[in-house]
């Protein structure tokens, strides 16, 4: 096994992931197989009780586990399936090593960070590196590990400690470092600065980890000269010094790095310079250029209650743009904050009030994503009445689906008080429930995780035609509450149709509006599994704009 470690310096957002992301790729085009790993030295043991405010979305695997949006983005380019076990946190590895003392497996020694956290992190990239991730048999030929945070912080000095050894068991010729660091372009003169990469290289030379190649973010090409003193004062190669400058778009990353023949350097440190091919990424070229000559635009209006960090609907824009790029259009995104829809804004802040309206009329597709707690419903009910009442394609994800559900019931049925228990618990119309297997008192890993498989009731279906008239889809889920089976009877005899169930046939997985050119409600989140040249079914189907 070859391992590449991708770290970051100076400042935090340079895009590790993505150049992570970008190095596995681009090692895949070579013919080797490839898997990923992502080190996050928060103490929590995952994301799932991470605000998205505070760390983006939460991306959902098929064995349920709740990870980092960056294994989101290893997915999205390798088109691999991992694990939970691919997402290490200082949650994971301290709680670890506690429940093994707790045995007695380190028979009476003082447990200590140096050997046994360090040890119990080796041991750990070394297990999750062998799993399979690719549908083939047998553990990849490199494993691409991401260290997050910047080179520096407190939290980060177990892994460090544990990688810098790591290099040393593995070997030369084993291990390659990247180190993505930032070089500034100072407007007042326009000259990029290296101090900042120096000072960064020298911490992590420091901590005994040596970079193999530097991977330089900045607005423009590194200036010859720039790169010949990054060399001279960190001790890098000059041909190993690329530059990440801004592109239209990230699908430009891998090309950018095949281009500076980064590949080779990369090969070069893991002797694997006579076996790998050269890369082939004419099907990602071409898609690139597609991406970049779209001009006829798409307008989808986004409702959601986290638009002040878009990163908290990260997948859900990958799929949308995945759709739109596989029908040739532009897509251009309209956020809209749930609560803005909502009377109470037309009494505070008008112009609020009214800029939101007329975002959410001026689109040509409305989407409701998944979310949690009570702040903006109101508003999604009306994005998804107003879309329901003008013939404006639709989809409402996970909790966008219960959304869908709450106005049939209050428009159509009549049931004016209708509504979920998670907002109104003393409800006399509880359109969705708290699922029974649930629990309220843990929040940690309790929810219905990961992949469960819909089977279609209603075989001409919008949904399963889009499958490719498939009997049953798998999808990933992460939901505690669901549609009441009680009331389905009403809502259907009112005109909806639940037209996908899981294996009992109680629990409502899809929901659709025959009378409607396109609305669609899914308790699943397609777009954890949308893939650039295989974008999700659902987001494909709102071509019907």
Request: glycine residues 10%.
């Amino acid at each position: 096994m070859k391992y590449v470690l991708v770290t970051g310096g100076v400042v935090s957002g340079l895009g590790k992931g993505v150049t992570a992301s970008s190095i596995g790729l681009l090692l895949k085009s070579c013919g080797l197989r490839v898997t990923a790993i992502k080190i996050d030295p928060y103490l929590n043991t995952d994301a799932g009780t991470m605000s998205p405010f505070e760390h983006g979305e939460v991306f959902v695997l098929d064995d349920g586990g709740e990870v980092d949006l960056d294994l989101g983005n290893y997915e999205r380019f390798l088109d691999i399936t991992l694990t939970r076990d691919n997402n290490i946190t200082t949650g994971k590895i301290y709680q670890s090593v506690i429940n093994k003392e707790r045995k007695g497996d380190y028979l009476g020694k003082t447990v200590q960070v140096v050997p046994h956290i360090t040890d119990a992190i080796q041991e750990w990239i070394e297990s999750a590196a062998m799993m399979p991730v690719d549908g083939e048999e047998g553990p990849a030929d490199i494993c691409v590990i991401e260290l997050g945070g910047t080179i520096g912080d407190i939290e980060s000095m177990p892994f460090i400690e544990a990688l810098g050894q790591f290099s040393y068991h593995v070997g030369p010729g084993n291990f390659c470092l990247v180190h993505v660091s930032l070089v500034p372009v100072l407007n007042v003169v326009g000259e990029q600065k290296t101090k900042p990469t120096q000072h960064s290289v020298r911490g992590l030379r420091g901590l005994g980890l040596t970079p193999n190649i530097l991977a330089c973010r900045s607005t423009k090409v590194l200036d010859d000269n720039v790169k010949e003193k990054l060399s001279q004062f960190c001790h890098v190669p000059a041909e190993s010094i690329f530059t990440l400058y801004d592109v239209p778009n990230i699908w430009h990353i891998p090309l950018l790095l095949r281009d500076q023949k980064a590949h080779e350097a990369i090969l070069k440190g893991l002797n694997l310079l006579g076996i790998a091919r050269e890369p082939d990424l004419t099907e990602w070229t071409a898609r690139t250029k597609v991406y970049d000559m779209l001009h006829d635009p798409v307008k989808i209006a986004m409702v959601g209650k986290y638009i002040g960090l878009k990163d908290s609907y990260l997948s859900v824009l990958k799929a949308l743009l995945h759709a739109s790029v596989g029908f040739q259009k532009k897509l251009v995104v309209e956020w809209v904050e749930a609560s803005h829809l909502e009377d109470i804004t037309a009494i505070e802040d008008p112009d609020t009030y009214k800029a939101a309206w007329n975002c959410l009329k001026g689109a040509d597709g409305v989407l409701v994503p998944g979310g949690f707690g009570d702040r903006g419903v109101q508003g999604k009910i009306l994005a998804a009445k107003y879309a329901r009442e003008s013939k404006v394609p639709f989809l409402g994800i996970c909790l966008g689906m219960q959304i869908a559900v709450m106005e049939y019931a209050r428009s159509v049925l009549g049931l004016y008080d209708a509504n979920s228990t998670e907002f109104d618990p003393k409800t006399s119309n509880p359109c969705i429930i708290f699922m029974p297997e649930g629990s309220k008192t843990h929040m940690g890993g309790t929810m219905r995780l990961g992949s469960r498989r819909t089977y279609f009731k209603v075989p001409d279906c919008k949904s399963a035609k889009l499958y490719g008239d498939a009997t049953f889809v798998d999808e990933r889920h992460r939901h505690r509450y669901e549609v009441n089976p009680d009331m389905i009877s009403k809502l259907e005899a009112a005109g909806l149709s639940f037209v996908g169930r899981d294996e009992t046939g109680r629990r409502m997985e899809i929901v659709e509006l025959p009378s409607h050119p396109y609305f669609i409600g899914v308790q699943f989140h397609p777009e954890f599994k949308s893939r650039p040249g295989k974008p999700s079914a659902l987001f494909s189907g709102m071509r019907t704009i």
